[in-house]
């Protein structure tokens, strides 16, 4: 699987648009890009899943460039509820043996600031 | 159910007591998974039930971890003879197809699990 880097923490103040970058340089052809965030004292939660050019949903945009060797996570408008982890995965979709193996890294802990 | 229930929500053990950690996943999910998340480190892989089957437990850090699904849908992980080094928040997810990459987990809010 395809190892992701993103920055260990951010800050931002409230109401600022936050963009945090991954780079997976070894991503593979049938690779998808996730994000999971993750409050303290609850489990991850899927936010959003790309594999090429935009994806905007309710929560965030994925931007993903045409060579996929790094994504970015984009929150309009942050709150303080969007203090957390953000994570960047890259998972493969295909079934076989360990392809359900979620690798997590240890994520951006965003803190935002009133 | 609303989303995948943990219990208990905190567990204090004695280096060397036995310890089961119940998951009640959403209802009808055909995979079940569990992970174990150290203070300030992401989630990692321990085990995945698809039904009653345990098709991997490749992630299971010694024999004293255990986990079981036997009607395929309620799992418990037990973890005997526990040691200070078990000591995090164990994750429960869970899915409702048959799990590749892909598709996006579910978690509950883990039970903390710490060995005195």
């Known amino acids: 699987l395809a190892k992701t880097t993103q920055p260990i923490s951010m800050d931002s103040y409230e109401g600022q648009e936050v963009n945090i970058t991954c780079s997976h340089n070894n991503i593979a052809t049938n690779d998808y890009i996730t994000w999971y965030q993750q409050f303290p004292s609850q489990g991850p939660r899927f936010i959003i899943q790309g594999y090429k050019t935009k994806v905007t949903n309710e929560v965030a945009s994925l931007f993903i460039p045409a060579d996929r060797k790094s994504s970015t996570l984009s929150l309009p408008r942050v709150s303080l509820s969007d203090t957390a982890v953000y994570y960047c995965l890259v998972v493969p979709a295909y079934s076989g043996a360990g392809s359900y193996q979620l690798t997590f890294g240890k994520g951006t802990k965003l803190s935002v600031i009133p | 159910g609303a989303g995948v229930s943990q219990s208990p929500r905190y567990k204090v053990a004695k280096r060397g007591q036995d310890v089961a950690l119940r998951c009640d996943p959403i209802s009808g999910h055909v995979s079940l998974f569990w992970y174990q998340q150290a203070l300030g480190q992401g989630p990692e892989f321990l085990t995945y039930?698809?039904?009653?089957?345990?098709?991997?437990k490749s992630g299971l850090p010694s024999d004293r971890f255990f986990a079981e699904r036997p009607e395929g849908s309620v799992s418990t992980l037990k973890i005997q003879r526990t040691q200070q080094e078990d000591s995090a928040v164990y994750l429960c997810a869970s899915s409702s197809v048959t799990q590749t990459g892909d598709e996006k987990l579910f978690f509950g809010s883990g039970t903390q699990l710490s060995v005195l």
């Open positions: 039930f698809q039904n009653e089957a345990q098709l991997d």
